[in-house]
């Protein structure tokens, strides 16, 4: 299991004794719990160009704490956004990568962008993880990173929206959420195919969101169908592997062992698996 590294406030990425107390606890907390190792997830564009350096050298101290380990084979995976330019971020992977086991690209988190053009050209797309933003992002990594670094991490989950003049974004909604729609009689009006996107568009009477009751009548989502061309990028690309966010966004049996959703949950495990 890795667990979150939880990295310190960037200001003290550069103080080389500060990079080495947290690479350490780090490295003892691993230890302790008999860890797989931890994962970095900066998510940010602010980031100037001797901090995205002291960034490396952050990856680099951790792992090489993690290497010195006794019985132990603990690493570190990075984090990266859906692109290499998302939200003009513009790390240095190939470094990131060398000082980790993997690049986790979230592919996913990427609705209405294709580095903000989008909107003047109005091209831009309401689902989460469209197809065309997958196939730049996927090809501009390998270019940059030997391909045997990079994961390929989709969305177990959509975005909501009020269809108004513009969609107007309510926030994401689980896969399993989205199942619990379709069993309420009426309420899902329309349910089509954003060919473009690859992802499915749902129209409710009403909320989609029958969980938490939250606004947003219209909803983007994936599932096993539609997750399989944007999965099979990653064997085209020669990745190593995929991923999703995230497993519990699944349904389940209920305490009654009810299980109305058992194919549609297996076809999801089957998609990724294959």
């Not at 994962?39 to 901090?51: M, Q, R, S, T």
């Amino acid at each position: 299991m890795f667990i979150d590294a939880h990295l310190p406030d960037k200001s003290d990425w550069t103080d080389s004794a500060k990079r080495a107390a947290f690479a350490q606890a780090k490295a003892d907390k691993v230890r302790e719990h008999a860890l797989d190792g931890v994962f970095f997830d900066y998510e940010g564009n602010d980031l100037d160009a001797a901090h995205k350096q002291a960034y490396v050298q952050l990856a680099k101290d951790t792992s090489k704490a993690l290497a010195a380990l006794e019985n132990n084979n603990a690493t570190i995976f990075i984090c990266v956004g859906g692109r290499p330019t998302y939200e003009w971020r513009d790390y240095p992977y190939a470094d990131l990568a060398a000082h980790s086991e993997f690049l986790f690209i979230m592919g996913y988190d990427m609705h209405f962008w294709d580095d903000y053009t989008c909107v003047l050209k109005g091209t831009c797309s309401a689902a989460e993880a469209a197809l065309p933003d997958l196939q730049d992002g996927v090809k501009a990594y390998a270019a940059a990173v030997d391909p045997q670094k990079l994961v390929l991490g989709l969305p177990w989950y959509g975005q909501r929206y009020t269809d108004v003049v513009l969609p107007f974004n309510r926030g994401q909604i689980d896969y399993k959420t989205v199942l619990q729609a379709f069993d309420q009689k009426g309420l899902v009006a329309k349910k089509e195919l954003d060919k473009t996107a690859m992802s499915w568009k749902i129209t409710c009477k009403g909320s989609c969101d029958v969980e938490s009751g939250k606004g947003g009548n219209v909803v983007y989502y994936d599932d096993a169908e539609t997750l399989a061309p944007k999965y099979a990028l990653a064997r085209e690309h020669g990745l190593l592997g995929v991923g999703m966010w995230k497993a519990d966004n699944l349904p389940v049996p209920d305490d009654k062992g009810h299980d109305p959703h058992k194919a549609e949950r297996q076809a999801m495990w089957s998609a990724i698996a294959s």
